[in-house]
């Protein structure tokens, strides 16, 4: 590999790299707005300019591969007058819009101005271009052209990476502004990631808008449980509210990109049917309960069973936007304490949703069908708990976020297991199948838990708790292990590690494995 000089920093870079590349492996930032990994390099911003040795003018960095012997400078006295006179040219026009702009705390160019300029503007306020401010351009996004830089990240996006080209850059000189064409919006899934890589406050969400300032936004690394593609995410909430989902760069998933359907997926997660204690069916009215009380009652009704009609009386069904460790957790619960071989999983899209497309979006909306398939559950024992409940030998259901009644219409429902005796169900949400239940716990949803996610294509990934879940809700894992211990006294493992341990010891596809050593990017099925 080329060996080069970067502000008298040796590196040694892989000969594709572009200075950027090469500057950022030694800590050195290169200021750029128009470069994007993911897209193509046009080096139209100037930014990025540097003083290379040997080069007759000044280089962009961006559009310049690493060579060997190279010597780049990137603060010389040259690179930074051409630094400055860059600014100055994207300022000119630029309106005072920062206190009420929804980018300030992560725009390229209120940092850059005050790491490489803070010179007074030399053009009269009132001389300034007038362009459009809070445009609707369809698909959730605003534009406001007196922000734009024309970069042209959003034209490039839409132009390489979707291929439906809605936005152009029209008139000339500092007349030029982004627009879609006449009558034709923005209309795809993936608008919102011009909002991600656009550098300034020229595109914004219409749903995030004057709702909440980044700097008081805490990040937490996840995984989008919006479908089985499992995009690697970050998580911005605040005091236990979240307020977007942002794509996180996985090369292996999702690239540096996400759907819109996930991106707007997170307020079903914090809707005011949300369970906040334990629940029990009371003179037809389902009233609250203390954990205790609700775990000893639900201990005494499985033993009953258990000692009455043997422990196959007992079944589960698990939804497929369930983590692993809590599927592994209920198949080793119903194994080692029930005695029940009758565990089942329910993967349900509902009507109406997006099928699969060539970018990232897919027709199964649920995130870990292919983990609760390599734990040996399941996907089509609905039919057989049926004709179990139907011969008299199926006595209790246990739902672990499944939503029996949505997913098979109350009717069906009602003919198929209307005959149970008793029904548990865990739930994140209150729901129609709450409704028909004897008990209800309420669970953490995944953005208040620990565990992992296993998508498609058998890539296993992370998820980590943003913050605790509302009012009493515990973590899936925690009310099982609490449950067994009520059975049988044994303590059971309650972190998302230790049980993901436990599941990496007892299961072939995940052997080898551990929750702590996924990284970023997940690692495969160990036998997929």
């Keep these: 590999m080329p060996k080069l000089t970067i502000d ?15 500057a950022e492996q030694v800590g050195v930032e290169i200021p750029h707005y128009c470069y994007h990994p993911g897209l193509s390099i046009p080096g139209n911003c100037r930014m ?13 960095a961006c559009n310049t591969r690493v060579a060997e012997g190279m010597v780049v400078h990137t603060n010389s006295a040259k690179a930074k007058t051409a630094q400055k006179a860059v600014l100055e040219f994207l300022l000119i026009n630029h309106p005072i819009d920062c206190p009420v702009c929804d980018q300030a705390g992560e725009c390229k160019l209120q940092d850059y101005y005050m790491d490489y300029d803070q010179e007074p503007s030399r053009f009269p306020l009132p001389e300034k271009n007038r362009k459009g401010k809070a445009i609707d351009i369809g698909a959730g996004v605003m534009l406001d052209q007196e922000r734009c830089i024309l970069c042209a990240r959003c034209t490039r996006f839409f132009d390489e990476v979707t291929k439906t080209s809605e936005l152009a850059i029209f008139e000339r000189g500092d007349h030029n502004r982004i627009d879609i064409y006449p009558g034709q919006p923005v209309n795809n899934n993936y608008a919102g990631n011009i909002v991600d890589i656009c550098p300034v406050g020229a595109l914004t969400e219409k749903e995030f808008r004057f709702r909440m300032r980044v700097w008081y936004l805490h990040r937490t690394a996840s995984v989008c449980g919006g479908c089985e593609r499992g995009c690697s995410i970050d998580i911005h909430h605040h005091r236990g509210r979240i307020y977007r989902f942002k794509p996180r760069f996985n090369p292996d998933v999702n690239s540096y990109w996400m759907c819109d359907e996930g991106r707007h997926s997170f307020p079903g997660l914090q809707n005011e049917t949300r369970l906040t204690s334990p629940l029990v069916q009371a003179k037809d009215q389902l009233v609250v309960e203390p954990w205790g009380e609700a775990v000893r009652r639900a201990a005494s009704i499985i033993a009953d069973y258990k000692r009455t009609f043997g422990g196959n009386s007992i079944a589960v069904v698990v939804d497929a936007t369930s983590t692993n460790e809590e ?6 619960f119903m194994k080692t304490t029930i005695g029940s071989e009758r565990i089942a999983m329910l993967s349900w899209s509902p ?7 060539e970018l990232l979006l897919r027709a199964n909306k649920n995130p870990n069908t292919r983990g609760l398939a390599a734990l040996g559950i399941a996907g089509d024992g609905l039919d057989g708990l049926a004709a179990a409940v139907a011969s008299g030998e199926l006595k209790m259901l246990i739902t672990f976020r499944a939503d029996l009644v949505r997913a098979l219409g109350e009717q069906e429902f009602v003919r198929r297991f209307g005959a149970l005796d008793y029904m548990l169900v865990l739930s994140t949400d209150a729901n129609e199948t709450c409704q028909m239940a004897n008990q209800v ?5 995944y953005p208040e838990i620990d565990g992992s996610f296993t998508n498609f294509k058998g890539r296993v990934q992370r998820i980590k708790e943003a913050f605790p879940p509302p ?8 009310a099982i292990a609490r449950l067994g211990k009520a059975l049988d006294g044994v303590e059971r493992p309650r972190s998302a590690d230790a049980v993901f341990a436990a599941m990496a010891s007892a299961e072939p596809a995940f052997k080898g494995m551990a929750l702590a050593t996924l990284g970023e990017h997940g690692a495969d099925l160990a036998a997929s």
């Design 351 to 357: 009507p109406g949703t997006s099928g699969d497309d």
């Design 8 to 22: 008298g920093k040796e590196v040694e870079a892989d000969a594709s790299l572009n200075l950027i590349n090469a």
């Design 471 to 478: 009012g009493n809700a515990i973590a899936g894992v925690e």
């Design 327 to 332: 599927a592994f957790a209920l198949k080793q």
């Design 48 to 60: 990025c300019l540097v003083e290379v040795e040997k080069a007759p003018k000044l280089q962009i």
């Design 441 to 445: 716990w309420p669970i953490a949803a």
